[in-house]
């Protein structure tokens, strides 16, 4: 069985980068490149991950990497593709490289989902992974696409008063082969679904939650507990979808199938300073109780049927 | 190999002919034809390359830049609200410094919705880092699009290249042209040879942050690269012309200009109208000449200041318009003589939308600027009424026809 220290050794993700203390990007980029390996071309698009690799002339990133403009993840893959494509016909390659896309849910659900959407219906054969933190944390915590009800925003001063949309389901319906959520409290698991995208053709998309300390206003040093009450609170799923399948993993199957009691979504929330007005007020009771029906909701839609524990 | 075909097709066969291995493109009036024309030859076996159907423009000069990083040789195509489309992805090419050619079939933007011709399309895109060269013919088209490459992938040059050509006037109409085989143009244009790429075996960092104590460096030495292009573009045009023997000019082009007292100054097709002005203008004895200026950027400023010298009058025809200002090519001309002489330079607005431009109007209204009679812009053949106009007092119109309700 793989564990957490058995996974590879050698490092991609360099040290002397200058991202902040506790943060998500670093910790998940060190994981899938252990997964993908040094036959990789990495594609950022702008976000925090950008800026924290450091700067000109230096990198911590040690794999061939093009920082992209905040629209064109999915496109800028297409172009490296095809120029893979291209210079496998010289016969360049013993074996082509992996392409993979690096960018926040900014860059995924809103600006770029034109792009992702072109990439993923042409079946571009890459690997596009969403980090996810719920905001636009690189100009400083505004709200997103992502950004979940109530949570509090520079331009959701009062709580964000929509739902977030659910990426993750978008592109499953593009009928990718490949489509999987990942939360960095579970390193094997996040590590185990970059190798199997890796093992198939096409477009896989993996959307990693990245709970960040400064924008969600949590101590750096919790970053890993609030990635796990995410998903025992249901507000984070963990799953794949294969061949038309969707196969719940990790703690969320063990809620669902009752070997674990989920905890309320108040257990995650009270924990982070983004909902602690929220909680405050009586319109804040009613933001918990829609959070707890979203949760529900999200499983229903996953599995077809409400889960026991409701 | 001899064809006959359009200008959007002749596009489609140099590209072939130039060996390029990737096509990233989303179609627009009136580019169209160049990509399905790409497409048919790829689906065919005719030609080798990667098409890639991106979904909007943005995206094919994303794809564009992203796939000539790889270290192949790329190509796009587009137009107007295309173009003006990618204009963030335009400096992404130029910052990278990838030496992408792109061809942009000149058409004004709306609203109101125009696909006819002009250039406000690419010289809105004037100050990407660019380089644009402006075609008036369909074999130059075919020819200057396989001299873009060698351009632009010269290592002493690597920028993209912006290959203007203009809508309908070139692009939809049939005329014969000679094309090569990928086989002849080899010697002149042989594989791309990136200086860097995305490559695993030696692991590079492109577009990360950086500070203002290098980013000054960074355009500066895009500016040395566009003065370095002009000698470059030089010596493009001259080899091809030992090797194919043709030779449509290099920064500029000119005709009946060396014993010129008058000169028009135009781009791409109009120039070639122009042409006939001036013959029927030397039948009555006047001595003009046309200056036609092919590369846009970089800026053929010694030429024109060489070739402007002891003029008696100067006439720049314009098929765009910096509002506020006037025409672009003008203010550029004038910029380049400035305190050189005391020449008089005036501005003529014509074929904006595709508006016709007769060789008659331009002999007409050439003969009235050298002449002294035209102000310094003049507005072609336009004939603005209060229909056109939008000033307050249009309001008081349509507080007419509320009240009327």
Request: with cysteine.
């Amino acid at each position: 069985m793989v564990t957490v220290r058995k996974l590879p050794e050698e490092e991609l993700f360099l040290p002397g980068s200058v991202a902040c203390q506790g943060c998500p990007s670093s910790l998940g980029l060190r994981i899938a490149f252990k997964a993908l390996g040094k036959n990789t071309v990495l594609i950022v698009v702008a976000s925090c991950t950008s800026v924290l690799q450091g700067s000109y002339p230096y990198s911590a990133i040690n794999l061939p990497l093009y920082n992209v403009a905040f629209a064109t993840g999915g496109a800028s893959a297409s172009g490296v593709v095809a120029g893979i494509r291209a210079l496998a016909k010289r016969g360049v390659f013993e074996e082509e490289p992996t392409v993979l896309v690096w960018a926040g849910d900014g860059g995924t659900y809103d600006i770029g989902i034109q792009s992702l959407s072109g990439a993923a219906e042409r079946e571009t054969d890459f690997i596009y992974v969403c980090l996810n933190n719920e905001m636009y944390s690189n100009t400083g915590t505004q709200r997103s696409g992502a950004t979940p009800l109530g949570a509090w925003t520079t331009t959701t001063p009062g709580g964000k008063a929509q739902h977030r949309k659910d990426i993750a389901q978008i592109m499953i319906a593009h009928k990718i082969p490949y489509v999987a959520t990942a939360s960095l409290a579970y390193p094997v698991d996040f590590y185990q679904k970059m190798l199997k995208a890796n093992s198939i053709r096409g477009t896989k998309y993996i959307e990693l939650l990245a709970p960040c300390p400064p924008g969600w206003k949590f101590a750096a040093d919790q970053m890993i507990e609030v990635s796990r009450k995410a998903v025992e609170s249901g507000m984070w799923l963990l799953y794949e979808h294969e061949q038309g399948d969707t196969r719940l993993t990790g703690v969320t199957r063990r809620i669902i199938e009752g070997k674990v009691k989920k905890r309320p979504v108040k257990d995650y929330i009270e924990i982070q300073g983004r909902f602690s007005n929220i909680l405050a007020s009586r319109e804040g009771q009613e933001a918990e109780e829609m959070l707890e029906s979203e949760v529900s909701e999200s499983i229903k839609r996953l599995q077809g049927w409400v889960p026991e524990y409701i | 190999m001899k064809v006959l075909e359009t200008g959007n097709h002749l596009v489609a066969l140099a590209v072939r002919a130039a060996g390029v291995e990737v096509v990233p493109a989303y179609p627009i009036t009136p580019q169209t034809q160049v990509v399905e024309k790409i497409a048919d030859l790829i689906d065919q076996g005719k030609m080798d390359a990667e098409y890639i159907p991106v979904e909007s423009e943005h995206s094919a000069c994303a794809a564009l830049i992203a796939a000539s990083l790889t270290g192949v040789r790329a190509f796009s195509a587009t137009s107007s609200h295309g173009l003006a489309y990618m204009h963030e992805m335009l400096h992404f090419a130029a910052g990278l410094r990838t030496p992408v050619v792109m061809v942009n079939v000149n058409r004004s933007l709306g609203p109101g919705w125009n696909i006819w011709c002009d250039h406000q399309d690419s010289i809105s895109a004037r100050d990407t880092g660019w380089m644009q060269v402006y075609v008036s013919s369909h074999q130059e088209t075919v020819d200057t699009v396989i001299q873009a490459f060698r351009i632009a992938e010269d290592h002493d040059v690597m920028l993209p290249i912006m290959v203007n050509l203009d809508a309908f006037v070139i692009s939809h109409t049939y005329m014969d042209a000679i094309v090569p085989e990928p086989e002849e143009v080899s010697e002149f244009l042989p594989r791309y040879r990136p200086l860097w790429a995305l490559d695993t075996r030696l692991p590079v960092t492109h577009g990360s942050v950086v500070y203002p104590s290098e980013f000054s460096e960074t355009r500066q030495s895009m500016q040395q690269s566009q003065t370095r292009a002009i000698g470059v573009i030089k010596e493009a045009a001259t080899r091809f012309g030992e090797l194919f023997g043709r030779h449509h000019g290099d920064m500029v082009d000119y005709y009946r200009l060396d014993d010129a007292e008058y000169v028009i100054v135009s781009m791409g097709s109009l120039a070639a109208e122009t042409m006939i002005s001036i013959d029927a203008m030397r039948e009555k004895g006047i001595k003009v000449g046309l200056l036609r200026v092919r590369f846009f950027r970089p800026f053929p400023v010694a030429e024109l200041q060489e070739l402007c010298r002891g003029r008696k009058s100067i006439l720049v025809i314009d098929r765009n318009y910096s509002y506020g200002l006037a025409g672009v090519l003008y203010t550029e001309l004038k910029a380049a003589l400035y305190g050189l002489s005391d020449t008089p330079v005036r501005n003529l607005i014509v074929g904006l939308g595709g508006r016709d431009v007769s060789n008659e109007l331009i002999a007409e209204k050439a003969m009235e600027s050298f002449e002294g009679k035209l102000g310094e812009i003049t507005w072609g053949d336009t004939q603005i009424t209060k229909a056109h106009v939008v000033t307050r007092e249009l309001l008081e119109r349509f507080q007419e026809l509320y009240n009327k309700k």
